[in-house]
Nanobody
Framework: QVQLVESGGGLVQAGGSLRLSCAAS????????MAWFRQAPGKERQFVAGITWTGISKSYGDSVEGRFTMSRDNAKNSVYLEMNSLRPEDTAVYYC???????????????????WGKGTLITVYS
């Protein structure tokens, strides 16, 4: 089993930055492909960013490309999401998710993810 715990959410003004962290516990973090998803009120859960278990391949949703950067630190069993130039439309609950050795294409689908954190709220105000 894998447990995921997100942190770093909060209230931020438009144009500002935040860094989310996701700490994983359980076995074989280095075999996990990881992703961030978000869900705004009344909307479906949306892919934000992903990184493969090798750390070599990353992918981003169209709406965050160029503003958000995902990284991983296997020594700390953690992934991070650096978010810059935040917009009010980025307001959502952000979820960390994980699955075993899946491609950068595969981790873009909620149905392919095996483990989920409880989420952390980000509110961007103008």
């Amino acid at each position: 089993q894998v447990q995921l715990v997100e942190s770093g959410g909060g209230l931020v003004q438009a144009g500002g930055s935040l860094r989310l962290s996701c700490a994983a516990s359980g076995r074989s973090f280095s075999d996990l492909s990881m992703a961030w998803f978000r869900q705004a009120p009344g909307k479906e859960r949306q892919f934000v960013a992903g990184i493969t278990w090798t750390g070599i391949s990353k992918s981003y949703g169209d709406s965050v490309e160029g503003r958000f950067t995902m990284s991983r630190d296997n020594a700390k069993n953690s992934v991070y999401l650096e978010m810059n130039s935040l917009r009010p439309e980025d307001t959502a609950v952000y979820y960390c998710a994980a699955t075993w050795k899946t491609t950068s294409q595969g981790i873009q689908s909620t149905g392919n993810m095996d483990y989920w954190g409880k989420g952390t709220l980000i509110t961007v105000y103008s």
